[in-house]
Every structure is written in structure tokens, then in C-alpha cells.
């Protein structure tokens, strides 16, 4: 059995669907205690004192903000090199997921750097790079809904995804690349002497799990709903010929 | 219930309220969108198997 099969749209249907149930119950076992245990189980920390618990809706965001770039990125090479139309509408299906998150991650921050910085915004490095990021799913979606053939609209948007990674990548290392601003460095090494201590990291990582869940599941629905949207036009197209 | 958290209320209830609010909106409109094109699609094939 090759991974390929999954490129044909009736086999990702069939099999979407028997994983969709299970799916959902892996987001709700994980992001749900995740959350509660984020919100309400965590102790004010030395430093950030209570708003330590944005964390657990910041950080998740924010990583899977460059993330469904990144796996935007695969899914198009895939449709730019192999022609598989699924690949390039699951490529469609995540931009809105990538986008909502971004400006989760965007929003968050704001509130939260206002109290620990003393402002809203700053031009720093990490901060520019996420807003570029929005401002290319923003892009991303646009030239989708621009673009009447949808062969060309996804060769056109998988140029555009392969452009927009450069920042996808700069918002993850832009702390590390110009070791300025105001941001922080990493928050979730696997290093236990690096990342945050382990009452906050342990409920971290399940809601990042949660929110990773989240993403799939959406994605899943989103993917399909794009498939029965692309047989609908292509049924209404042949029913216009005959 | 809520946990004292002192002069940072609005910074993290804000927070987690924006986060919740889009993700709620996220998820609402992909099953509204999700429910509308499946409809549509069972409707044009009930509609060409009929006319054969």
C-alpha cells in the first residue's frame, strides 16, 4: 500500500471519515484538560506573576501558526511536483485554520505584552515576522478566491506558499537569527535545564497536543467539505455542457 | 471558581476570551460551510440521476 492512494479523493473520503470520530475524541481528551489544567491548576510564576497563563493559549497558537504554513508548504509541493488535487485543496482547507491561529498568537501577545513590556506592539524581529505571516495566509486565501480555474489558483498560491515560508521560518528563529527585541527565546525545548519549569510545561505540552488535535480535525472536515465543493462545480459544469 | 488573578484579569481573561471566541467562530463556520456544500452536492446529483 503506498501513501499516494490517499491522493485519490473517494479513498481519503472513505477513510477521513472513519478517522474523523476519533480524532474529535483525541482533541477533546487532550485540549479540554490541557486548558482547564493551564487555567485553573497552574501557580503564578516568579516573573510573569498570573498572566503566566496566557502561555497556554499563546504558545499553541503561535506554533501551530507556522506549522500549518509549514505543512501548507509540503502539500503544495506535493501538488506542484505529483499533480494530486487532494494535496492542494488540503493545502486550501488549512490556510483559514493557519490564519485564525496567527491572529490567536497576534492578539494574544498584544495583551499580554503590554503588562510585561509596557507596550501593545514593538517592531521586533519575532513580532514583524508573525505579522508578515498573517498578512501572507490573508494573501493566501485571497488569491484562492481570485482565481476562477482551480488548477491555476493552486499552482499559483503553492509559488506563493513557497515565499511565504521564508517568514514562516524567520518567525520561528527570528529571536535566535538577530538575538534582539523584546521577545524571548525558546519556551519548549525538549532540554529540561531550558524550557519552562515543569508545572507550566507539563500543561503546555497537552494543549498544544490539544490544539495539534484541533487542527487535524479541522482540517479533516475543511479537506472534505473542499473535495464535495470541487465534485459539486464539476457536476454543475457537466450538467451546464449536456 | 476563577482563580485570583489580581491586576492581570483583563490581560488573561481577554486573552483566553479572544482565543475562545475564534476558535468557536472557526469551528461554527466550518460546519455551516461543511453542512451547505453537502446538501448542495446531494441535491445536484439527486437532481442529474433524475434526469438521467
Known amino acids: 500500500m503506498s501513501i499516494w492512494e490517499y491522493a485519490n479523493p473517494v479513498k481519503f473520503m472513505q477513510t477521513s471519515g472513519w478517522l474523523l470520530p476519533w480524532v474529535f475524541g483525541a482533541t477533546v481528551l487532550t485540549l479540554v484538560p490541557g486548558l482547564v489544567w493551564g487555567f485553573f491548576f497552574t501557580p503564578l510564576a516568579e516573573e510573569f506573576g498570573a498572566t503566566v497563563k496566557v502561555i497556554y493559549v499563546h504558545v499553541p497558537a503561535a506554533t501551530l501558526a507556522i506549522n500549518i504554513w509549514v505543512m501548507m508548504l509540503v502539500t503544495s509541493l506535493i501538488w506542484l511536483i505529483r499533480r494530486h488535487h487532494v494535496s492542494a485543496l488540503a493545502a486550501k482547507a488549512a490556510a483559514p485554520i493557519g490564519m485564525v491561529m496567527t491572529l490567536i498568537a497576534l492578539i494574544t501577545g498584544a495583551l499580554w505584552g503590554q503588562p510585561m513590556w509596557g507596550t501593545w506592539w514593538e517592531w521586533d524581529p519575532r513580532l514583524t515576522s508573525f505579522l508578515i505571516l498573517f498578512l501572507f495566509y490573508l494573501g493566501y486565501m485571497a488569491l484562492w478566491e481570485a482565481i476562477e480555474n482551480p488548477d491555476t489558483a493552486a499552482d499559483l498560491t503553492g509559488v506563493l506558499c513557497l515565499v511565504g515560508s521564508v517568514f514562516a521560518v524567520l518567525s520561528r528563529y527570528a529571536a535566535i537569527f538577530w538575538n534582539q527585541g523584546l521577545h524571548q527565546g525558546s519556551t519548549l525545548s525538549l532540554d529540561s535545564e531550558e524550557h519552562i519549569s515543569d508545572v507550566y510545561w507539563q500543561p503546555l505540552v497537552l494543549s498544544i497536543v490539544g490544539f495539534g488535535l484541533l487542527f487535524v480535525t479541522l482540517l479533516l472536515l475543511r479537506t472534505r467539505t473542499e473535495i464535495r465543493s470541487r465534485r459539486l462545480k464539476a457536476l454543475e459544469q457537466r450538467e451546464r455542457m449536456a | ?52
Not at chain 2, 492581570?8 to 451547505?36: D, E, K, M, P
Open chain 2, 1 to 52: 471558581m476563577i482563580p485570583d488573578l489580581g491586576k492581570y484579569t483583563v490581560t488573561i481573561l481577554g486573552s483566553w476570551g479572544a482565543t475562545l471566541a475564534l476558535l468557536a467562530a472557526l469551528i461554527v463556520l466550518t460546519l455551516i460551510r461543511g453542512a451547505q456544500v453537502k446538501r448542495a452536492l446531494e441535491a445536484q446529483e439527486k437532481r442529474m440521476k433524475k434526469n438521467g
